[in-house]
């Protein structure tokens, strides 16, 4: 019994121990992330003035910081908010991705060619400018508030997706069973929607996948900078070299950010990368 | 050496590739020997997949090296090919023997200038640099039919696809080579070309006595420009024989169905198409049960199931692999 | 809403100049390349070397520029204008302005500021006035923060810091990507390759200011090999460069090793090979130039990564570069600053995508067609 491309494709991620380990470091991150600071009632914002700078010790896991925080409270919930700043703003992309490249490959010809030059005309432009700027005017009113960030995030990021995209319908726009659609009178959307998206479908969660790391990249740069909107990796990484010094230094403050945003970064971009090669381990796209 | 042992320009004994990947093994050329006299254009032919290109990327060892395993002797005059060092085999290359092949767009650098192209190879076998090149090159172009300063400074996709096989053709012999081995090249090419191509190779060839090793899957090709051929399925030689003989006469039941399965163009209404039923088997390292054709053969019979047949000799070069009696052998003619 | 629609219809027009047939583009292309040219030795080197030398590039462009670069060049000049215009409508709809925050200004206090420093309070007088200022006076315009300093001024000195860490930082990724990948495409499959992805796949996973304060801990607080930050030998250049340069390097280096691999199957490595070529001709005289192409094209957005890290990078070692007065201005709603570093940031990544693009041409020689006879 012959399996379905889809089975073939699984059956090729699984085999790729490097993929594995970084879907599993993927979910116990996540997992992590979400659940513990519920699970041990964790506090990232109450201080213990007599408590500053401890290092990790059996009541604070990671330490604590420059305000007497604790470390671990901290680094958990900023996971969440890179995490989940990662996953939003790359559906975003995904969303204005794939529309624009579906329409673009779809009817193909002039439109296409005029689509596609803005696209590649627009590739080597510096958004994050326009991000900086976005987040830095509107820090203030925008406290607490993620939406545009997830937006300006998503915005940089869709280019990549739209060309890709676009690839795969125009060469499944010939294929049979589209003509088969188009003969039985559905209209362009239903024919879109129901039968060429489905099959792009695999591509598009490898690319957003791969795109995850670099949003939360981006995102930690923001906060980095201070133009967070909330609690994130970035922001406990800029409060941990600042406390560096010759002198004295609170190695704890720095290493488990950057230790958690690594180590989520690997693990995606391990899983995207397999995922790209379980679905097309020739390479062709 | 006695003067009969270096007779051949080429002498291949017993040349079997395999190839191995993590699922199964291919033997892609099973003990194929055979020999191309000084002088002489001998023809190689099957369908896609009998082995006929990969016994000619073995004399240069320009096979998958990865994957693919070599055994048995390829002689070019007194010196052994198949073992041979790097550095010795790249002597070879382009020099005594030259290779050209079926896509003569893919098979030139697209980034370079045919002048670039072409002096890489003086540079390298001849010594030669600069005007002394250039002139080389000029008459080069001149005999494949295409003189002028302009082509030399030109890019490959500035050129038709018949000027680009002469270029690759000029490539092949400036070093003027004793034997060139042509994988099909006029297949890509269409009609007309492939006539003025194939008049080419024939002038050049007589003009400078060269051996070509010609591989092509048209037989209309063979009967126009080689002295004799070889018949190959399944990565075996099954026949083998003058051209003239092999057209007429044909002795093995494969090269039957090839011949009638060539359009005509003298029968009126072009006559019916005679494919070739199923197809071609998948080659596995292990000995064969029973002959390769068996299962397309018009005329298998009981015997034929008993193990693969040998090659046996029919009579002066001719050689056969089939147990049918030449008796039984119709004419091509029919 | 009128805004708005504005920057819809230029958007509009962008995309439309694909249709722009190609002896048109040639002459708008390089019309548009000679003026931009002015304008930036104006600011250099004075009005009549501007005149002079917007014509010449005007004319040298239309001649001998490939059509694929002209076709950019109309496309980005009017995008850099739209740009401009649409950072000025953001600045505007955010809430405060450079005026707001000092003692309390009285309306009319306010009114003789604006107009002294020309800036009014519609967004598309001010984009007429700052244009105006730019194109006609040749000038950045007045800080409104910084009393009696032009932003060229300011941001002067920081232009050559910025230019110098983002231009070796590009260098680096390039020569260490596609060292790494090369070898990795040469060596497939062997212990050299999977190394070198790994590590590759490392360096894309991790954001420059990690490895770089990672770097910073090792090499200047344990080690004392280099100084901790700042600017002005070559010790403080190395760990901000490196930390620049290595994502983008890890890029290149899986770009250059895919490229590599696909161009040794093609048929022409092949032929060279039949014509006894050695190995090393083979891989630097054919394979080499397959190669780059994917590594040339990436280089663009390369370019625009490494301006966008160069804020965390300059931020984290203490670089004076032009980051700092971006975010400055941005916060002190300084108008004229934020316009001035966005238009000079704009202005070289898309110089450097014009490079890029001449680059790929000449690799090439199926992309070029020169001469004005298309």
Redesign the interface.
């Known amino acids: 019994m012959t399996k379905s491309p889809f089975q073939l494709a699984m059956q090729r991620l699984l085999n790729n121990r490097v993929a594995v380990v970084g879907a599993v470091l993927l979910t116990l991150m996540v997992l992590g992330c979400v659940l513990l600071p519920i699970v041990l009632k964790l506090d990232p914002s109450s201080t213990h003035p007599a408590l500053r700078n401890q290092a990790p010790s059996a009541r604070f896991l990671f330490g604590t910081d420059g305000l007497g925080r604790d470390l671990l409270a901290r680094v958990l919930v900023g996971g969440r908010t890179s995490l989940l700043v990662g996953l939003a703003a790359t559906a975003v992309s995904v969303v204005v991705g794939v529309a624009y490249g579906a329409i673009a490959g779809f009817y193909g010809g002039k439109v296409d060619e005029a689509m596609m030059r803005l696209v590649d005309f627009m590739y080597g432009l510096p958004y994050m400018f326009l991000v900086i700027l976005i987040m830095l005017m509107f820090a203030e009113t925008a406290r607490g508030d993620m939406l545009p960030v997830f937006l300006a995030l998503g915005l940089v990021q869709w280019l990549t997706m739209a060309r890709i995209v676009r690839g795969q319908v125009l060469a499944l726009r010939r294929q049979e069973f589209v003509l088969a659609a188009e003969l039985l009178g559905a209209s362009d959307a239903r024919i879109l929607i129901r039968h060429v998206l489905p099959n792009v479908f695999g591509v598009i969660m490898v690319y957003a996948t791969l795109m995850v790391p670099s949003v939360i990249i981006l995102e930690s740069f923001l906060s980095f900078l201070g133009l967070g909107v909330a609690l994130s990796w970035g922001q406990l990484v800029s409060e941990g070299i600042a406390v560096i010094n010759p002198i004295r230094s609170y190695w704890w403050i720095l290493l488990w950010p950057s230790l958690f945003l690594a180590l989520t970064l690997i693990s995606l971009n391990f899983l995207g990368d397999g995922l790209r090669d379980a679905l097309d381990p020739k390479g062709r796209t | 050496m006695t003067q009969n042992a270096s007779q051949e320009l080429l002498r291949i004994r017993d040349l079997s590739v395999t190839f191995t990947t993590r699922e199964r093994s291919v033997r892609a050329v099973d003990q194929v020997s055979f020999d191309v006299r000084p002088g002489e254009v001998v023809g190689l032919v099957g369908e896609s997949g009998c082995g006929k290109s990969v016994t000619s990327l073995s004399i240069?060892g320009?096979h998958e090296k990865a994957t693919g395993r070599v055994a048995g002797s390829i002689r070019l005059g007194e010196r052994e090919l198949l073992g041979a060092s790097a550095p010795e085999?790249?002597?070879?290359?382009?020099?005594r023997v030259?290779?050209i092949?079926q896509?003569p767009l893919?098979?030139?650098?697209?980034?370079?200038r045919v002048e670039e192209q072409l002096g890489?190879?003086l540079e390298?076998?001849l010594n030669l640099r600069g005007a002394a090149a250039r002139a080389r090159m000029l008459e080069m172009l001149s005999q494949v039919g295409i003189p002028g300063e302009e082509r030399l400074r030109a890019?490959p996709?500035q050129l038709s696809g018949g000027m680009r096989q002469r270029i690759?053709i000029a490539?092949a012999l400036l070093c003027n080579p004793e034997l060139l081995i042509a994988d099909e090249p006029t297949t890509m090419l269409d009609v007309t070309i492939q006539a003025q191509i194939l008049e080419l190779l024939r002038s050049l060839q007589k003009l400078r006595r060269m051996s070509i090793l010609f591989i092509t899957h048209d037989l209309g090709v063979v009967s126009e420009i080689c002295d004799r051929v070889i018949v190959m399925y399944a990565g075996r030689i099954v026949e083998q024989a003058r051209t003239a003989d092999l057209l007429h006469a044909p002795l093995h039941p494969y090269t039957e169905a090839l011949l009638r399965s060539t359009p005509r163009v003298d029968v009126p209404g072009g006559g019916s198409l005679h494919p070739i039923g199923g197809l071609p088997p998948r080659l596995s390292a292990a000995k064969l049960k029973e002959c390769a054709f068996v299962p397309r053969c018009p005329r298998a019979r009981e015997g034929c199931r008993n193990g693969e047949p040998e090659l046996v000799s029919a009579g002066g070069e001719r050689l056969r692999r089939c147990i049918v009696p030449v008796s039984e052998m119709g004419s091509a003619r029919s | 809403m009128i805004e708005l629609a504005v920057l819809v219809l230029g958007i509009a027009l962008l995309a439309a100049t694909a249709w722009c047939p190609p002896r048109a583009t040639r002459v708008f292309g390089a019309l548009l390349f000679g003026l931009a040219l002015g304008v930036v030795f104006r600011f250099a080197l004075g009005v009549p070397v501007a005149v002079v030398g917007g014509v010449l590039g005007a004319a040298l462009t239309f001649r001998f520029f490939p059509l694929l670069v002209l076709r950019r060049v109309l496309f980005l000049v009017p995008a850099l204008v739209l740009l401009i215009y649409a950072t000025t409508l953001l600045m505007y709809r955010a809430p405060g302005n450079p005026f707001a925050n000092e003692r309390a200004t009285t309306p009319q206090v306010e009114a003789a500021l604006r107009a002294q420093y020309g800036v009014p309070k519609s967004a598309s007088a001010f984009f007429s006035i700052y244009m105006r200022r730019l194109l006609v006076e040749g000038t950045l315009g007045p800080s409104v923060k910084v009393q009696g300093r032009t932003v060229e001024e300011l941001i002067g000195p920081a232009f050559p810091v910025s230019v110098a860490l983002g231009s070796l930082a590009l260098l680096l990724s390039v020569a260490i990507g596609l060292s790494l990948g090369i070898v990795a495409g040469l060596r497939r499959n062997t212990a050299v390759d999977h190394l070198s992805m790994l590590l590759a796949l490392v360096g894309i996973s991790l954001p420059n200011f990690v490895l770089g304060s990672a770097a910073m801990i090792v090499f200047s607080l344990w080690f004392r090999w280099l100084p901790v930050a700042g600017w002005g030998t070559l010790r403080h250049v190395i760990m901000p460069a490196f930390a620049l340069a290595l994502p983008n390097a890890a890029i290149i280096a899986r770009l250059a090793r895919g490229g590599m691999i696909e161009v040794l199957q093609q048929d022409y490595i092949r032929t060279a090979r039949a014509k006894g070529l050695p190995e090393s001709w083979v891989v630097v005289r054919h394979a080499l130039r397959g190669t780059l192409m994917p590594v040339v094209s990436f280089l663009g957005p390369a370019a625009a990564a490494t301006m966008t890290g160069s804020f965390v990078v300059e931020v984290l070692f203490a670089v004076p570069g032009m980051g700092q007065w971006f975010v400055k201005g941005a916060i002190n709603r300084d108008y004229s600053v934020v316009l001035g570093t966005a238009i000079v940031y704009f202005g070289l990544v898309i110089l450097f995508n014009l490079i890029v693009d001449l680059a790929y041409a000449w690799l090439d020689p199926r992309l070029r067609t020169t001469g004005a006879h298309d």
Do not use: I, K
């Open positions: 240069l320009l085999l790249r002597a070879v290359r382009g020099n030259s290779m092949f896509d893919t098979s030139l650098n697209p980034y370079l890489e190879v390298l076998h890019y996709h690759c490539m």
